[in-house]
């Protein structure tokens, strides 16, 4: 019986889970151009106080700042979430302040299911959903992860490894 816990693999999501904000700045990012020229244009300066005009100006650059500070959260959450495959278990990290780590054993592990929508394939990504008997975590999903397929195929061989060595058999 081998007892090594030796890793055999490390995924991180893409950033391509992040395809909504990156559109959301593509659309805002001219919307922002478009609103500051149009405050320069028809800011009503005669009903404004002076000391707020600075403010309603800047009003675009403000926004900007706001929305690079939103992207760059999400960028950075996703940057923060790590996969990790051995020959026990499955571990999941995530969190940017507050790290969260998960462990599933292997042996719990009942059910795979693969996806790849078409953007995802695009790139040669997909998801991995994992259905276990662990009460924590019923359900765990890879999110755009390279080479789904490949990954299943290894962590279902080092599911049945882990069953056989463990005597552990799958009863509903």
Do not use: W
Not at 149 to 169: D, M, S
């Amino acid at each position: 019986m081998n007892n090594t816990k030796a890793l055999h693999i490390k995924l991180k999501p893409s950033q391509l889970l992040n395809l909504p904000v990156f559109l959301l700045g593509i659309l805002l990012i001219p919307g922002l151009f478009l609103l500051d020229e149009l405050l320069k244009l028809y800011l009503p300066v005669d009903f404004v106080p002076d000391k707020f005009e600075s403010y309603i100006l800047n009003l675009p650059v403000s926004l900007a700042v706001l929305f690079a500070g939103y992207l760059g959260y999400y960028m950075l959450k996703i940057y923060c979430i790590r996969y990790e495959i051995s020959s026990e278990e499955l571990r999941h990290y995530s969190g940017i302040l507050h790290q969260k780590h998960e462990f599933i054993e292997h042996y719990r592990i009942k059910d795979f299911a693969v996806d790849r929508p078409l953007i995802y394939r695009l790139f040669g990504l997909g998801n991995l959903t994992v259905y276990t008997s662990d009460k924590t975590t019923p359900v765990f999903k890879m999110e755009a992860i390279k080479n789904p397929r490949k990954i299943y195929k290894t962590l279902r061989g080092l599911v049945e490894q882990n069953r056989r060595e463990k005597h552990v058999f799958e009863v509903d």
